[in-house]
């Protein structure tokens, strides 16, 4: 059974940063793709998720452009754990971000790895908030 548990949000001052983490059980990260995502304030649906940044199996990374040079994603595969890492944090950055799994498809896939509904496995989300 794929679990995911984020932890490390809280409230900051623009400009600051934040390290989220998500520690991840029942599978094995190498075989997943993994991301984050953000949802704002006053949006509930799961497809109002947007990506913020996505890591192949093999440790490619890919990120939106409201927080390429920003933020930093990295994992470590021997304890399952996702990180992401948040500098020069900005009001817009505030959301719920969530952590989020699926396996490697068993068939070529093109997608970008961005959108919601390519994963099936999500946390429960952590808040991040940035005061101007």
């Known amino acids: 059974q794929v679990q995911l548990v984020e932890s490390g949000g809280g409230s900051v001052q623009a400009g600051g940063s934040l390290r989220l983490s998500c520690v991840g059980s029942g599978f094995n990260s190498s075989t997943y793709y993994m991301a984050w995502f953000r949802q704002a304030p006053g949006e509930q649906r799961k497809m109002e998720r947007k990506?913020?940044?996505?890591?192949?199996?093999?440790?490619?990374?890919t990120y939106g452009d409201s927080v390429q040079g920003r933020f930093t994603i990295s994992k470590d595969s021997a304890s399952n754990t996702l990180h992401l890492q948040m500098n020069n944090l900005k009001p817009e950055d505030t959301a719920v971000y969530y952590c989020?799994?699926?396996?490697?498809?068993?068939?070529?896939?093109?997608?970008?790895?961005?959108?919601?509904?390519?994963?099936?496995?999500w946390g429960q989300g952590t808040q991040v908030t940035v005061s101007s």
């Open positions: 990506g913020v940044a996505v890591i192949s199996p093999d440790g490619i990374t």
């Open positions: 989020a799994a699926e396996p490697l498809p068993r068939v070529k896939y093109g997608g970008s790895w961005f959108y919601w509904y390519e994963y099936n496995y």
